[in-house]
């Protein structure tokens, strides 16, 4: 019995462990329509899309993770993952956009770090 | 038996996990079946962040004679993300009911529980992994168990590609007859499906699947 209740114990403690497994936490809305996802193609960027180098991309599950993540949000039109890059390319719907601390912040939810972010000129 | 529990707790925090990832993308369910020498498996789960999950599994211990239905719960402690490789840190832990009416049982039920740490490192050719776990099962058995992988992989496919790994799993149970097995298995990786098949030094087939969206 003191074993089942060490091992309650480790359990209760699962569900309070702190978020801090991520080097940085950020809550964002997540709400929006679903953008269009999953084309292998390179996105024809224009002025104002992201080009994200992230670090940690090292599996499908990885890029799948992100696409999700970013098809929550009604500014995104699509994104391209790059797995020999480690680059993710963001395009936006007609005038809308992401700052640089929500894409930073979408992707440290999604588990991942964000190395640099350009904008198209 | 608690020292040992303990050992394997502090054990995880130096040694570089064996199956697929326990936590999801936030929003992530994932559906795991695994089948090997020892048990046949069931576990399904929905991350709602990027560092905890929390399920439904179902174990049946062929040789241990047991059944095991648990609330399970996985905590990413922590992640390394560099720039060509990712390496992970894991607590799995679940409570629940486990059952036997088999042999020396007369439908023996029993609160259960189990907890482990899991690793693992990998880049886009290598896999390294490393998994604990310690199980209580009242009257009907309690026992510990570690497994440890490694992977290759012939070429890096692109995002979409069937994705092939080539593995080599070791199976450690102290108390165990045969406490040493070996697996060679290939996995097939494609979408949001991931599969494993392979066999063992004795024989036994090893076959797991799992889902994710």
């Known amino acids: 019995m003191k074993k089942l209740i060490l091992l309650t114990t480790v359990l209760t403690l699962s569900f309070s462990l702190p978020v801090y497994a991520m080097n940085d936490g950020h809550d964002h809305d997540h709400g929006g329509e679903a953008a269009e996802m999953g084309e292998k193609a390179a996105l ?34 699509a994104i391209d993952v790059n797995l020999d890059t480690k680059i993710i ?19 440290t939810d999604a588990g991942y770090n964000v190395e640099s972010i350009d904008r198209v000129e | 038996m608690r020292y040992v529990l303990f050992a394997l707790l502090g054990m995880g925090l130096f040694i570089p996990n064996v199956q697929a990832r326990p936590v999801s993308y936030p929003g992530g369910w994932t559906f795991m079946f695994m089948n090997d020498g020892d048990a046949n498996t069931a576990h399904i789960h929905y991350s709602p962040t990027a560092d905890m999950s929390v399920g439904y ?37 679940g409570l629940g009911i486990a059952h036997s009416d088999r042999d020396d049982f007369d439908s023996e039920t029993s609160a259960a529980g189990f907890t482990g740490l899991a690793t693992d490192w990998e880049n886009r050719r290598f896999f390294v992994s490393y998994e604990n776990r310690y199980t209580e099962a009242g009257e009907i058995d309690d026992f510990f168990k570690q497994s440890a992988r490694v992977g290759w992989a012939p070429y890096e496919g692109d995002y979409g590609d069937t994705h092939t790994w080539l593995m080599l799993q070791v199976d450690h149970t102290p108390e165990g007859g045969d406490n040493f097995t070996v697996t060679p298995l290939v996995r097939f990786f494609k979408d949001v ?6 066999m063992n030094n004795n024989g036994e087939l090893l076959f797991n699947y799992v889902l994710r969206y």
């Open chain 1, 44 to 77: 024809d960027l224009k002025s104002g899309d992201a080009k994200v180098a992230v670090n940690g991309l090292v599996c499908d599950f990885c890029a799948r993770a992100l696409e999700k993540v970013f098809g929550k949000q009604e500014a995104v039109n």
């Open chain 1, 89 to 107: 390319s963001v395009s936006f719907n007609d005038g809308q956009t992401l700052d640089d601390e929500a894409l930073t912040g979408l992707i």
């Open chain 2, 57 to 93: 599994k179902f174990e049946n211990w062929r040789d241990k004679e047991f059944t095991l239905n648990a609330v399970q719960v996985n905590n990413l402690i922590k992640r390394w993300n560099k720039k060509h490789s990712q390496a992970n840190l894991y607590l799995k832990s």
């Open chain 2, 193 to 198: 499906h991931l599969l494993e098949a392979g």
